[in-house]
């Protein structure tokens, strides 16, 4: 039989939380940097990569902010898209639900449709090549203030067949859900899916308020919620599927070891976790990594993985017919893999 590490390899899944920017390797940092005359701190990609060692998610924020900067035209988003899906395709990703944070570019001068076509562009490209699906989520960033994210959802609203859903990112921790009531009704009303980032530094009172006010279908981490039995119960009495980052709760400090990690506790409780990468080059590991990284923490078999891959699916925003489709390849991969 082949290693199991081989067999996460080869099996098949979505990714449900990735951050575009996120996906920003120091090396195209510097070539775009170049390529846009943009001046940077670090001086090599090497260096960069050294300062990728956080004690909060507000370290890592500031990094990704700064990082994002090179980032200015079509070109560089479709790039950074393209990069990304062929990574993942790499991975055998075979879907893939991508957030975007249009409010850290509109501040920095770059127009929605800018990042938006770029963005697409890339997705368009990515499918053609690689036969890998996507769609789009648009964040709002939770440390600005609600009317700045009902503006943003305004400008977004004449592309809202381009984008799936919408989240909310960023520093969570006196940002609750509640905060973002009516631009998420509003967005309801519009026909977007709701998620959001909770439960991630913040309380699992926000992962219920996500639930409760936002309408959301999907929480995004939500790990916290394990602190909270009856929370946990509701989550798999809901079946709620959460889109779990080991690797990243890992770096920015959320459990100081990965057997801390509530995955399997919240697995075997029957809620729908699924597996993901948030922003791999930050936290040190694309999707297959955090697979390998939970595989060798909790010695998942290979049935159990399967199971995790399948969730990817069930929880993805594809329909159903696609989300079969996918389900039976994870179903034939398992048989002979
Ligand atoms: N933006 C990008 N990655 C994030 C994360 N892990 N939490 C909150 N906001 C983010
Ligand atoms: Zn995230």
Known sequence: MRPISDFIGDLPKAELHLHIEGTLEPEMVFELAE?????LRHRSPEELRAAYDFNSLQEFLDLYYQGMGVLHTEDDFCDLTLAYMRRAA???????????DPQAHASRGVPFPVVLDGIAEGLRRAERELGVTSRLILCFLRDRDAAEAMATLEVALPYCD????????SAEVGHPPSKFREVFARARAEGFLAVAHAGEEGPPAYVAEALDVLG????DHGVRAAE??????RLAAEAVPLTVCPLSNLRLAVYDS???????RLAEAGVPV???????????????DNYRAVQETFGFSRDELAGFARASFAASFLDPADKARHIAEVDAYLATG
């Open 258 to 264: 990965l057997d801390k990690h509530p995955l399997r």
């Open 35 to 39: 390529r846009n005359r943009v001046r």
């Open 162 to 169: 381009r984008i799936v859903g919408v989240g909310l990112d």
């Open 90 to 100: 790499a991975d055998s990703v075979r879907h893939a639900e991508i957030f975007f």
């Open 228 to 233: 909270d039995r009856a929370l946990v119960r």
């Open 216 to 219: 959301a279908v999907r929480i």
């Open 274 to 288: 699924t597996i993901n990468s948030d922003d791999p080059p930050y936290f040190g590991g694309y999707i297959n």
